[in-house]
């Protein structure tokens, strides 16, 4: 692939944005978006709800594989699907191959967090990004990125998004560093203010059901308990954690949606943005809303953690979503147990997707 003809780092600062005004970027009929990793579990979603909110000049990308991810996108309504390389490789020859956008959402990355082919994962997550926010600013489009949680590491450093110090941060996984390299990329390059990189937690809901061991553990749990009745979950190696004590910030994939296009959205809205519930619940409260949602008495079995992910493992993470608070979203998230209970009883147990 060729190296795409936009402005580098040895041409100076890459151009800066006039920011959005309120509202005027997304929800009229007439907005075009492009979406990567659309066919993915959350890119699909995002594309679903701009449906539902009357945009369908949508264009997809990604790599579908040899998955079933394609089927994510068969119930949505898009202008155009193009594969993710073929666009690269369109973009780098001509900006305006695939026309203008008012914004870019880009969701597609490898997300895998045992992947070690590390020169695989930075050309997809960090390359490939790069290449994307400079055609974005280039022409115009509001860039939105999906950056990770995964970049705090074991929190050691704190898991704060208003910091400038990205550098303090030490992801645990090649994943997580890939997505570190892309935040520091846009800090040297003075544009962090004028994109929007959205720091995923741990996102569960509908359309997940391609992602192998990478799925939610509601959708992993569901199977286990239609085959053997009861949930398996990891034994605690650190004291001051009961086992399934471990905690998590689980934010239900529509919240996750929903805070991602009010970023895109608002004016306020640029550089770094955690998106999670803002409350950390442990794997047994996880079990135990799956249980009750399908009417069921809970049986959970603790097995050994693997060594080969003991080192790795966090404890502990919450989002403080105090900074999107701040740019005006002021919807709820949903309680964990009524978003528990919506996943299981109108997508799990059906076996559907949303917009089916």
Request: net charge neutral; charged share 25%; proline share 5%.
């Amino acid at each position: 692939m060729k190296s795409p003809p936009f402005p580098s780092r040895s041409a100076g600062k890459l151009p800066r944005q006039k920011k959005p005004g309120p509202r005027d970027i997304l929800l009229h009929e007439k907005a075009r978006v492009l979406v990567t990793g659309a066919g993915g579990f959350i890119g699909s979603a995002l594309v679903h709800e701009l449906n539902r909110r009357g945009l369908t000049q949508v264009v997809v990308t990604d790599f579908l594989g040899e998955d079933e991810k394609w089927k994510n996108l068969l119930p949505l309504e898009f202008e155009d699907y193009v594969p993710a390389g073929e666009f690269l490789d369109g973009i780098s020859e001509d900006p305006e191959r695939h026309g203008k956008f008012a914004a870019v959402f880009h969701l597609g990355a490898c997300s895998s967090t045992t992947v070690t082919d590390a020169e695989f994962v930075l050309r997809n997550n960090y390359a490939h990004t790069k290449s994307l926010c400079r055609w974005a600013l280039a022409t115009g489009a509001r860039f939105v990125y999906a950056s990770s949680a995964a970049t705090y590491g074991d929190g050691a450093a704190g898991m704060d998004d208003r910091t400038e110090n990205l550098r303090a941060f030490r992801p645990l996984n090649l994943y997580g560093y890939s997505k570190q390299l892309f935040d520091l990329f846009a800090w040297r390059e003075e544009i962090l203010p004028d994109i929007v990189g959205i720091k995923y937690f741990n996102v569960f809901g509908p359309n997940e059901y391609h992602k192998g061991d990478m799925r939610s553990l509601v959708c992993k749990a569901y199977e286990q308990i239609r085959s053997t009745g009861r949930i398996r979950l990891f034994k605690s190696h650190r004291p001051e954690y009961a086992d399934g004590c471990q905690m998590r910030d689980f934010v239900y994939v529509k919240d996750a949606v929903d805070m991602t296009l009010h970023l895109a959205e608002n004016e306020k809205a640029g550089g770094l943005f955690n998106v999670g519930s803002g409350t950390a619940r442990t794997w047994v409260d996880l079990a135990n809303a799956l249980f009750s949602a399908l009417g069921l008495p809970p049986e959970i079995e603790f097995i050994d953690m693997p060594e080969s992910i003991r080192e790795q493992y966090q404890y502990h993470t919450c989002a403080n979503i105090s900074k999107v608070r701040d740019t005006g979203y002021v919807t709820p998230t949903t309680p964990l147990e009524d978003a528990v209970r919506d996943y299981a009883v109108n997508y799990l147990v059906p076996g559907k997707r949303l917009g089916e």
